[in-house]
């Protein structure tokens, strides 16, 4: 079959590969159809020194797909059902496995597509208990944003920050995949959306997303804008993944006891930070990474009702890095699928 494989640093080859193994009972054989593109994957195309794993490696940490066999006759799934697939191999007998805080799993055999072979192929064998099915309605490529993007944003919002309706939220680069899901989902509660943008054509889309205030965060200055049209409160919460660019006037954006929530550091790992301001601001930092199995199902229930994610480009599989190349230069808005 054929596969994506990342053969050195920067480097991606569609080669041939064996055929996966046939199902053994309790694991179930995937045609995958559709990869989302995350900032995980370009992460692993551009390699760092610190992450364990062995190349070449088949890359695509999210995928939508269709069940091709069963290997037992009493499996939930049959032929032809869509599904889609949790991408890290948690070990489903540790207390966080078992309460269900699949992301805090203290034994994980890696992570799909980065750690360990990914979605970026034609079939894959995996355990029943990873494999999700997609609501009726919810097409393979929407699907396709559940296992990282709609459920790291649904595990950030309201599991991780408790956002609440009625409140107001800042959301960092609101033209990314996630910063679109996260402008979509709090619009569904009623929050009052601030988000930052790269350049004036990403104004109006986010507005028509229902953000409330968009600020271009190359021409204006975000902190300050926000405090003007909060009327110098700040926001209940942050939505962050920029990192060292922004973490600063992210923090100074919160209200008293606001809370700010973040999966990712695209602009850089490390800043400098005001303790003073933490403690008296009573204000709570929260890191979030991945998601429960359980938050999956809630974005694909999402999706069922009508919020499907913004989808910027489908590019076949050979195009994979031209897709991580308009991610890398943030020309993007919304979602790169990448389809077999
Ligand atoms: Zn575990």
Known sequence: MRALQLVADRTLELVEVPDPPAPAPGQVEIAIRAVGLNHLDLWGFRGMAFVRRALPLTVGVEAAGEILRVGSADSRFRPGDPVVMYGALTCNACPACRAGRDNLCENPAGVKGF????FACERVVMDERLVIPVPVGVSLEDAACAPVAFSTV???????????PGETILVQAGGSGIGTVAIKMARAIGCTIITTVGDDEKVEKARALG????INYRTQRFATITRKVTGKKGVDVVFEHVGADTWNGSLLCLKRG????????TSGVSAEMNLMHLFQQQLRIIGSFGAPMSAIRRGLAKMASGMTPVIDMVV?????SRGLTRLETRRVFGKII???
């Open 258 to 265: 606001g809370r700010l929530v973040t999966c990712g550091s």
């Open 154 to 164: 649904e595990h950030m919002l309201f599991d991780n920050a408790k956002l609440e």
């Open 211 to 214: 953000a409330d205030h968009v």
């Open 316 to 320: 076949p599989l050979a195009d994979f």
């Open 115 to 118: 750690h360990i072979d990914g």
């Open 338 to 340: 990448v389809t077999l």
